[in-house]
């Protein structure tokens, strides 16, 4: 929320800048300024827009995908697992 109202207030003051500046803007010494204002302000509102979305979105919680039987997968997946390991065993004795 800091980087949100940060941004927007870098924004405005670097429209601002530009708008006074504007003779300085065509040397680009002082028009610089304003533009890296702006730029770092649109970033900073963008991010800052970002990170508020990330939260309303821990907000919702998602239901996690079930698949198929539950408890006939489990087994087929340990029976896997252990040949698995044996497979992993065997190898490791043929070193």
Same mark, same amino acid.
């Given at each position: 929320?800091?980087?949100?109202?940060?941004?927007?207030?870098?924004?405005?003051?670097?429209?601002?800048?530009?708008?006074?500046?504007?003779?300085e803007?065509?040397?680009?010494?002082a @028009? /610089?300024?304003?533009?890296?204002? %702006?730029l770092?302000?649109?970033?900073? &509102?963008?991010?800052?827009?970002?990170? #508020? =979305?990330?939260?309303?979105?821990?907000?919702?919680?998602?239901?996690?995908?079930?698949?198929?039987g @539950? /408890?006939?997968?489990?087994?087929? %997946?340990?029976?896997?697992?252990?040949a &698995?390991?044996?497979?992993l065993?065997? #190898? =490791?004795?043929?070193?």
């Amino acid at each position: 929320m800091k980087t949100l109202v940060g941004g927007a207030v870098a924004a405005v003051i670097g429209v601002i800048g530009l708008a006074v500046w504007f003779k300085e803007f065509l040397t680009l010494l002082a @028009g /610089a300024i304003p533009v890296m204002l %702006l730029l770092g302000g649109c970033l900073a &509102l963008y991010l800052g827009f970002d990170e #508020l =979305k990330d939260t309303w979105q821990k907000e919702t919680p998602v239901e996690p995908a079930v698949a198929g039987g @539950g /408890a006939e997968d489990t087994s087929q %997946l340990k029976k896997e697992n252990e040949a &698995l390991k044996k497979e992993l065993e065997s #190898l =490791k004795a043929q070193k």
